[in-house]
């Protein structure tokens, strides 16, 4: 059974950090290309950042590049989103998720999710 297991969302205040985690099992973690979307209230899935098997070639979407990082550990099958300067903009339903292979910037061609793990920056 495949499980995304994510922690570390919450409240933050406007330009403050915060770092979300998402642990992974059941899958051989080095063949999945990983990611990390968020979803606001009314609005669509976005891509937030994807990072390759390898751990190499991060990729980020304009709107956070430059504030947050997306790191993995394939020793300990997990992935790490450090979210920096955060801004009410940010707020979302943030959700990790594993694509065999490359990764993508179109959610729908990512096989496994996390629950989503909300965080909050108001205004």
């Known amino acids: 059974q495949v499980q995304l297991i994510e922690s570390g969302g919450g409240l933050v205040q406007a330009g403050n950090s915060l770092t979300l985690g998402c642990a992974v099992s059941?899958?051989?973690?080095?063949?999945?290309?990983m990611g990390w979307f968020r979803q606001a209230p009314g609005k669509e899935r976005e891509f937030v950042a994807a990072?390759?098997?390898?751990?190499?070639?991060?990729y980020y979407a304009v709107t956070v590049k430059g504030r947050f990082t997306i790191s993995r550990d394939n020793a300990n099958n997990t992935i790490v989103l450090q979210m920096n300067s955060l801004k009410p903009g940010d707020t979302a339903l943030y959700y990790c998720?594993?694509?065999?292979?490359?990764?993508?910037?179109?959610?729908?061609?990512?096989?496994?999710w996390g629950q989503g793990n909300p965080v909050t920056v108001p205004s």
């Open positions: 990072i390759a098997k390898n751990g190499r070639n991060p």
């Open positions: 059941g899958l051989t973690f080095t063949t999945y290309a």
């Open positions: 998720a594993s694509e065999y292979g490359f990764y993508d910037t179109d959610w729908s061609l990512y096989e496994y």
